[in-house]
């Protein structure tokens, strides 16, 4: 199926974000955000770092309520602040957690490995029954079954759909901000993006952490930030069809 044939995109270009402020650029990310939504579209953001997340599902969740959130990405990003900085792209998913914009029943990690977070934060995940699993799972129990629960626990309520570029090994993409040995390859992110995008209630998504002019990338990254974002559309094309 041809996404571009079955459904009707739009590029509505560029939110004026302002580098040196993170709030005025937030805000101007979720207004934007907001104006898809309201139109009734499905907002695919292109990123910038994680922390544009928090925009992105702010303005989707204050018009269609509390969402599920499948989240793709090397770290959990759930941090209380990051080197003194609460507001970055290792702190979206907490923010969005404790203002109530994302239900934890409902969210999901998937590719998780490396040396942060730490126990602080997966204890505060624990307590709130957010569900992480770790590249172990992907490598122990294959992409398929670990996808196939991911999907159970998100239910069939609206979903925003996250994916830092990270969560794929570096070799697969090295243009990004903090790689990170041991991840998942191309192959499995792919099909895991359609698929879970042709079963579920697709509110959202984004794709983050892309740097497709990165020294020795040679366009790698990028190609597949493409192709990721190919796949995600469709899924929801499929899904429309069926």
């Known amino acids: 199926m041809d996404a571009f044939e079955a459904l009707r995109i739009v590029d509505y270009g560029d939110a004026p974000v ?9 805000a101007a990310i979720e207004r934007v955000v907001g104006e898809v939504v309201d139109a009734e579209v499905v907002p695919v953001v292109l990123g910038g770092d994680h922390s544009i997340t ?12 509390p969402l599920g959130l499948l989240h793709f990405d090397t770290h959990a990003d759930t941090g209380f602040e990051v080197f003194g900085v609460e507001r970055s792209h290792g702190t979206p998913m907490y923010r969005l957690v404790q203002d109530g914009l ?3 029943s409902r969210y999901v990690q998937i590719g998780l490995r490396g040396y ?3 126990e602080r934060e997966f204890a505060w995940q624990r307590e709130r029954g957010i569900t992480s699993f770790f590249m172990h799972d992907v490598r122990d129990r294959g992409i398929r079954d670990v996808l196939g629960d991911a999907l159970g626990i998100v239910g069939g309520g609206p979903v925003f759909v996250t994916v830092d570029i990270d969560v794929l090994d570096p070799a697969f993409a090295p243009g990004t901000g903090t790689p990170e040995p041991g991840g998942m390859t191309t192959v499995e992110l792919l099909w895991a993006v359609r ?3 042709s079963r579920l209630d697709v509110a959202g998504a984004d794709l ?5 002019t ?6 790698v990254t990028a190609l ?6 190919r796949e995600l559309l469709t899924g929801i094309a499929v899904r429309r069809n069926r």
């Open 18 to 26: 302002i580098p040196a402020d993170p709030a005025a650029t937030h």
């Open 54 to 65: 928090e925009a992105n599902v702010r303005a989707v969740a204050t018009r269609r309520g």
């Open 102 to 104: 994302v239900e934890p």
């Open 116 to 118: 942060w977070p730490t």
């Open 195 to 197: 698929e879970a995008a």
């Open 208 to 212: 983050v952490e892309v740097i497709p």
């Open 214 to 219: 990165a020294p020795g990338s040679a366009d």
């Open 224 to 229: 597949a930030g493409e192709r990721i974002v």
